[in-house]
């Protein structure tokens, strides 16, 4: 345990005051990175520094909201349950608006229109692994359907995906081919 400089016999590791700045008259405005006044805990109580990036207007700590909320959460999940349904009432239409801004944000990324024949009606588009193995994809990550283009914009738009229109992927899925690169060639 590291005390204080000034000889008060604090923790110098958890605890500061504007007393201790090491010098006589004014005290420093700022300890440990941040302004307090009177003894003041330089660590939340998961052991994260206080430092304003960390804290919130209330100076809750930012980093423990997520365990914060799951205790919560763990402790009254009919609560949870309750007020979803609830939101479910009240926005009748706020998943499909969603997702679809979503899949609109994917589309945006990949290109937005068909790579073979340059279709680009919004409805007739769909997404394809480059490489095939869409199959072996959805099975090993278990997400199919609308979820797939969070998937894809949670990691970042990866490589390896494109985007087809759903007749040239059909094709290309049976055939192994699409009829518009037959034909150009």
Not at 78 to 107: C, G, I, S, T
Not at 134 to 159: A, D, M, V
Not at 174 to 181: D, I, K, R, S
Request: glycine letters at 10%.
């Amino acid at each position: 345990m590291a005390l204080c400089a000034c000889g008060c016999g604090i923790d110098a590791g958890v605890y500061s005051a504007d007393c201790h700045s090491g010098r006589k008259g004014k005290p420093k405005k700022f300890i440990n990175g941040h302004a307090r006044k009177g003894f003041r805990a330089t660590v939340c109580v998961h052991g994260h520094p206080r430092i304003p990036e960390n804290l919130t207007k209330r100076g809750s700590c930012k980093l423990c909201r997520p365990a914060n909320r799951k205790r919560h959460y763990d402790k009254n999940p009919e609560k949870y349950k309750a007020k979803r349904r609830q939101f479910r009432v009240n926005h009748p239409n706020f998943d499909k608006e969603y997702n679809r801004k979503v899949r609109q944000e994917v589309l945006d990324h990949y290109g937005n229109k068909c790579t073979c024949c340059g279709e680009s009606l919004y409805e007739f588009l769909a997404f394809d692994h480059i490489e095939g193995g869409g199959s072996k994809t959805r099975r090993e990550t278990g997400i199919y359907g609308s979820k797939f283009t969070l998937w894809l914009r949670k990691n970042n738009f990866p490589e390896g995906f494109r985007i087809l229109c759903h007749n040239c992927n059909v094709a290309l899925g049976l055939y192994g081919y699409c009829p518009h690169q037959r034909r150009t060639q």
